[in-house]
């Protein structure tokens, strides 16, 4: 089955510390994943995805196929940065929009 | 450019009544996709349509319905409405149909079933 797990529904942190909120995926092939974040009262967007190999907001996200894990990481947290995040997959080898997402985390940054 | 505008932003309907959503994607955007996000199941896919063609379709009932039109607005249907129906939907658009390409999120309807 093809699915996105994020284990953690909320994730606090103090400002300046460092984050990591976890994916893990179920695939059989070859996956496509992506982080979107949604900022309050504002629409989802993307934040990064594993084939650009970017940093963005000084975001991380490296997939490990062994460990079938695709985690958020930021070495030092900002007040900015609390939102929900998602995982999602792209599943199919075939051309699609669809994307599978995990149930998202809430990161809250306190001062 | 405009993001990807969903309309109406708020409805309000009564169980067995019927609805339809409007989404007018990014202009120049040939891919829809839409989403129903609940706090209990989350983003769940509903489907994609591109080129006035419904090219996938998630686990839905057959009361979810959906098309596109020649300038890519895509509007879906539910009929028969249920408490359960009660929900965000999100409308994406998309630059290409192709995996992997970013899709821009409208701010969503939220429908209440009462």
């Known amino acids: 089955a093809q699915r996105v797990t994020q284990p953690e529904k909320l994730l606090s942190v103090f400002k300046g510390a460092p984050v990591e909120l976890k994916c893990n995926y179920s695939y059989s092939g070859s996956p496509e994943l992506f982080w979107y974040v949604q900022y309050s009262r504002q629409r989802l967007q993307l934040l990064l995805r594993h084939i650009s190999r970017e940093s963005i907001k000084g975001f991380t996200a490296d997939l490990n196929k062994g460990e079938t894990s695709f985690h958020l990481k930021k070495p030092f947290a900002q007040e900015e940065d609390s939102a929900m995040y998602y995982c999602?997959?792209?599943?199919?080898?075939?051309?699609?929009?669809?994307?599978?997402f995990g149930t998202g985390t809430r990161l809250q940054v306190f001062p | 450019k405009a993001g990807v505008t969903q309309t109406p932003r708020y409805l309000i309907k009564t169980r067995g009544q019927q609805v339809t959503l409007s989404c007018s994607p990014i202009s120049g955007h040939r891919s829809v996709s839409w989403y129903q996000q609940t706090p209990g199941q989350g983003l769940q896919f509903l489907f994609e349509?591109?080129?006035?063609?419904?090219?996938n379709k998630g686990n839905f009932p057959g009361r979810f319905s959906g098309r596109q039109f020649s300038n890519s607005r895509s509007e879906m249907n539910v009929s028969t409405l249920e408490l359960g129906d009660s929900a965000l939907y999100l409308c994406?658009?998309?630059?290409?149909?192709?995996?992997?390409?970013?899709?821009?999120f409208g701010q969503g309807t939220r429908l209440t079933v009462v």
């Open positions: 349509y591109f080129s006035e063609t419904q090219r």
């Open positions: 994406a658009s998309s630059l290409a149909f192709l995996r992997g390409t970013e899709a821009f």
């Open positions: 999602a997959l792209s599943p199919a080898l075939y051309n699609t929009d669809k994307l599978i």
